[in-house]
């Protein structure tokens, strides 16, 4: 069987599809790129925002057509929209096959195979994850589904569902085999980092107790830690991150606001005080670390006072990143039925000072790692044709994947993607580096 595959959504979405294409090459599947050669084409769709609703609907409309032309015998369409919209969906689409949720997903192989479109498993296929994109240095490990959290404005746990753990001793497994498959940098995600293992009992593993063992049972270069709330950063797990340099020195906290008020009206577990706690406890102990927070402007209810504290306490903290998103009302969402919702033209201004306040923060902020030596994570080769002047381009250890800047090598020599090159920072623009090349390691 020919498999084609659209993966939309987060980089946890990404997780999931390759489990299932895993699971369906493990039963003989073949990937290929052009979906118009398939037999099946698999959906995996987004259903955070209206945007990603729409792109979702799009793409298994696509597929559909490819059915419609011949090639394509079967469309399978999963993932989070699905999730929330399934009886919809099947009313609306009926050339789709299979909507299948997440408690469904076991369902997929068996249902394909009762098509005759895919057959036994094949004894030598490894495992679990299949990669898709395009390096695989690169990798995302995700460590639980859904989330405990109540936030006003999200619409997760209506689509993934409480908190649940994944088991220690598969996620080790999980990593083992993509360093194998070439990962050299590992990003964990999750809702929340900081709730792993609070569903597996008292005495069980914490997330400390996994990175422990993952440091231990791997020798992956870099993990990275991505969506950790504050109430999570205990003094063990900054301890593990100031001790163990395979950890990168890099956090996303997400805060999302910072008056009292507004955390309150949207939520959040944090207050105004306890992100100050904890971002002050972090560069105390962490002085290289790279911050990285995301906030919500025009959430219903924000005054010009909520957003004049907003922008002051991001200039007061300094934070490396800072990701702003203007807010749209979700179905099913608290935050939904709230009436007193900013003007979008007031939201966008909104977002484009914080973000022009950022620039000049994370310009600065980054300035301090020039002169420095350090390693580069090669993504890519540059083009002669291109102007830059470099011959590479990755990432240093404060620069995670697709939501950072990148840094320019230049004289990189021969150097390969997944490799690290050992440069000295020569400038900062923006959110960007360009650095010279000292030496190549694999």
């Known amino acids: 069987m ?9 980089d946890k979405a990404t997780v999931d599809s390759e489990r299932l294409v895993g699971d369906l090459v493990g039963h003989g599947a073949v990937v290929v790129r052009d979906l118009a050669t398939a ?3 698999l959906v995996n769709t987004c259903g955070f925002i209206d945007a990603a609703k729409r792109e979702s609907i799009d793409a298994i409309l696509e597929a559909a057509a490819l059915k419609r032309q011949g090639q394509v015998k079967a469309v399978v369409a999963v993932g989070c929209l699905v999730q929330r919209y399934q009886d919809d969906l099947r009313r609306e689409m009926p050339e789709v ?6 408690s469904d997903l076991h369902k997929l192989t068996p249902e394909l195979a009762a098509r005759g479109l895919i057959g036994d498993p094949v004894a030598t296929h490894p495992g679990v994850r299949q990669y898709l994109g395009d390096g695989a240095h690169v990798r995302y490990l995700k460590i639980s589904e859904g989330c405990d959290h109540t936030c006003a404005f999200c619409a997760i746990p209506l689509m993934r569902g409480k908190h649940r753990s994944e088991p220690l001793e598969r996620l080790v497994r999980e990593a083992q085999q993509l360093e194998a498959q ?5 990003n964990l995600v999750a809702q929340d980092l900081g709730h792993y293992g609070r569903d597996l009992g008292r005495a069980g593993p914490k997330l400390p107790d996994l990175l422990e063992a993952l440091l231990r049972e791997t020798s992956v270069p870099w993990f990275r830690l991505l969506y950790v709330y504050s109430a999570g950063l205990t003094d063990r797990l900054v301890s593990l991150m100031a001790d163990e340099p395979r950890l990168v020195p890099y956090l996303d906290l997400p805060i999302q606001h910072v008056t009292d ?6 939520r959040r577990p944090e207050r105004q005080a306890t992100i100050r706690e904890k971002v002050g406890m972090l560069r105390e102990r962490l002085p290289d670390l790279a911050l990285r927070t995301t906030a919500i402007v025009g959430f219903p209810g924000e005054t010009d006072d909520d957003f004049r504290a907003l922008c002051d306490v991001a200039g007061e903290l300094q934070f490396e990143r800072l990701g702003v998103f203007t807010y749209s009302a979700q179905e099913g969402t608290r935050a939904a039925d709230l009436p007193d919702d900013v003007p979008d033209d007031v939201k966008r201004a909104r977002q484009d000072e914080l973000v022009e306040l950022q620039r000049g923060i994370t310009e600065d902020r980054l300035g301090r790692f020039v002169g420095r030596e350090t390693d580069v994570l090669v993504d890519e080769v540059v083009s002669p044709d291109d102007d830059s002047g470099a011959t590479h381009v990755g990432r240093i250890p404060w620069q995670a994947d697709d939501v950072d800047g990148v840094t320019w090598v230049h004289r990189g020599g021969w150097a390969r993607p997944g490799e690290f090159v050992r440069v000295r920072l020569e400038e900062n623009e923006d959110y960007d580096f360009h650095a010279v090349a000292l030496a190549t390691r694999r």
């Open 2 to 10: 020919k498999l084609g595959v659209i993966s939309l959504g987060c």
């Open 39 to 41: 037999d099946v084409v």
């Open 97 to 102: 096959d299979l909507f299948l949720g997440f």
């Open 182 to 186: 070439g990962a050299k940098e590992i």
């Open 261 to 266: 008020r507004m955390l309150e009206r949207m």
